[in-house]
């Protein structure tokens, strides 16, 4: 990952970034007003461009600092009518504003906030899936991966993807996982926000009981308080697959992260899940 410490922050282009403040307080403002918890996490990784490496197994990522009021106020707010544009200070969207160039990486209207988002398998076969809590600001109330969040800029330049995942396991977990026990599958662009998100498995050393037992010792939930443990016996495909369609999801990106975990999770199976996958309704 390509970024410089103490890089200059990221900033919106002209004419938003007049306006910017404002809209980011009311934004604040009416998120705290209803009780919901927002980041403070200081500086995140804004993903300016992406290129594949030759051999096509890794991507190496140029990226600048940026923030989550930028982050909340853009890839957050897309169809929110609040930006007065022009000599009549007629309000408008980002989308209107930006039209079909809305959701590239290198839109200067966007934060554009990357995030690291993995599915957790135990030694004993079991994963999670968390229900996020209504007291988050972003999607409330909606199913997750078993672990997500930003990849953070800091005084030293980014922070390297893997360590954000190790990281954000401690987190909301409360569980350390080694390196060898993380793996990155995929890069994609969540198109509801326009977020990069990497995607990885973690297959811990650890079993259901002590990865749930570290959790209900956490002082802070708030993000997710409502789990659900899904074990990963291969004699219960169609069951497995059946919450790709009966719940709703936080986002594309958790959606696939659980996808890509059962075809990692069951490599001799795959012609097994694509079938009972055609068998669901149609996915949203």
Not at 15 to 28: D, Q
Not at 48 to 75: I, Q
Not at 212 to 225: C, I, M, P, Q
């Amino acid at each position: 990952m390509n970024g410089k410490p103490n890089a200059k922050k990221f900033k919106l282009k002209f004419p938003l970034s007049k306006y910017f403040g404002n809209v980011a307080r009311r934004l604040r403002k009416a998120a705290l007003a209803q009780g919901q918890n927002l980041h403070n996490n200081g500086d995140l990784v804004r993903l300016m461009r992406f290129t594949p490496t030759k051999e096509g197994t890794s991507v190496n990522l140029r990226v600048e600092p940026t923030d989550y009021s930028t982050f909340m106020a853009t890839n957050l707010s897309l169809d929110k009518v609040m930006w007065p544009v022009g000599k009549a200070g007629k309000n408008v969207s980002l989308v209107q504003y930006c039209g079909n160039g809305l959701l590239k990486l290198d839109n200067p209207c966007m934060a554009n906030a990357l995030n690291v988002i993995a599915m957790i398998v135990t030694t004993d076969g079991f994963t999670f899936l968390p229900r996020r809590s209504s007291a988050v600001y972003e999607r409330p109330n909606t199913v997750q991966a078993s672990v997500g969040g930003f990849v953070r800029y800091t005084k030293d330049g980014p922070e390297p993807p893997l360590d954000a995942l190790k990281r954000e396991i401690r987190e909301e977990w409360g569980i350390k996982v080694t390196d060898s026990e993380c793996r990155f599958l995929a890069f994609g662009i969540n198109r509801l926000t326009g977020e990069p998100d990497l995607i990885a498995i973690v297959k811990t050393g650890k079993t259901f009981e002590e990865v749930v037992g570290s959790h209900a010792r956490l002082k802070d939930k708030f993000e997710f308080t409502n789990l659900r443990t899904m074990f990963l016996g291969i004699d219960r495909i169609d069951d497995l697959v059946l919450p790709l369609v009966s719940e709703t999801w936080s986002q594309p990106s958790d959606r696939a992260a659980y996808l890509m975990m059962l075809f990692t999770q069951f490599p001799q199976a795959g012609a097994q899940i694509e079938g009972a996958i055609r068998k669901l309704p149609r996915l949203a």
